[in-house]
């Protein structure tokens, strides 16, 4: 992984707290995870005003509180450095991955993706 200097230009970039990570911490307990197949891998990261290219680092899962027991609200944060020289940490939802033994096009988000509105459980 290289580690680039904050261009000029990118230096006002965190204008609000929301633009580097979606949501809260769900509470103190976390895990780190390192996916040795993303680690170093290109990849774009979705805010909620810009899409930047980056490098995925390593994730970190939460643990021991209550909103990750309940499968709607179970993240994953991805530490993502952005070509800016900026920290992003997104959830998969905003994330795109450049993998080029499947990647055939440039990056981009799908379009037209429902999300599930059904919860299934076993019993």
């Not at 995870?33 to 980056?54: H, M, N, S």
């Not at 490098?55 to 990750?68: E, N, R």
């Not at 997104?90 to 988000?109: C, D, G, H, I, K």
């Amino acid at each position: 992984v290289t580690f680039i200097p904050v261009p000029p230009e990118h230096e006002d970039w965190h204008t609000s707290p929301e633009e580097a990570q979606t949501w809260d911490c769900y509470g103190v307990g976390f895990t780190v995870i390192e996916y040795p197949y993303l680690v170093g891998l290109r990849c774009l990261a979705k805010t909620d005003t810009l899409v930047q290219p980056g490098q995925h680092l390593f994730s970190v899962a939460p643990v021991g509180d209550s909103f990750s027991a309940v499968p709607d609200q179970a993240k994953e944060y991805h530490f993502i450095w952005l070509d800016s020289g900026r920290l992003s940490i997104q959830p998969t939802n905003r994330l795109v991955y450049e993998e080029r033994s499947f990647t055939t096009s440039p990056m981009a988000f799908p379009r037209g993706l429902k999300r599930q509105s059904v919860v299934y459980s076993c019993e």
